[in-house]
């Protein structure tokens, strides 16, 4: 049976990684809509490029369709090459990926709390490896993290394993969320 102490920390290790599978879905919230943009422009810009060149052929328009389709094409190229300098596609899918093990880490801190009474001190060991491993895979894919986001991300943690509840305390800094 795992000690109090071992609980104690399996209900922060929970905490944990809600908080940090909130600051991947914030993360995720301005890639989301990045790589779709630079993906779309893509395909859009030279589609209609070419309906407008076609259409404005041999009109006096023609040479501002020129001159606008190298603007866009340079600013294309821009957002390809920021896009793959910046890895925003490998980065989506690691916050993606992070944030699915968050949530398995959630669920398998439940299930050890539920089975605190049954469960042996060994499972606890177990869990703990697993979320210091976690943990450090987070710190590596999240970067620096801003402590407004950090608090954010406890405050919608604590909203999460409390719901309702006036009384809820953030166990660092003792605020209610």
Known sequence: MPSQEQI????????????????????LKRLDWLNPLVDVL???????????????????????????????AALLVVAVVVKVVFKWQDKSEGHRRMMAENIVLVGQADYLLGKASTASG?????????AELLEKNDREV????????????????????????????????????
């Open 8 to 27: 104690d920390k399996v209900r922060q290790t929970k905490m944990d990684a809600l908080a940090a599978k909130y600051l991947h879905e914030e993360r």
């Open 42 to 72: 893509g395909v859009a810009v030279p589609i209609l490029y070419g309906a407008f060149r076609l259409l404005a052929k041999g009109t006096e328009y023609s040479d501002f369709f020129e001159h606008s389709w190298e603007v866009l």
């Open 122 to 130: 060994e499972n606890a060991i177990y869990f703990f490896r697993m």
């Open 142 to 177: 999240l970067g620096a993290v801003k402590d407004g986001e950090r608090q954010s991300a406890y405050r919608k943690a604590l909203k999460e394993l409390n719901p309702g509840s006036v009384l809820t305390k953030c166990p660092k800094c003792n605020a209610s969320p």
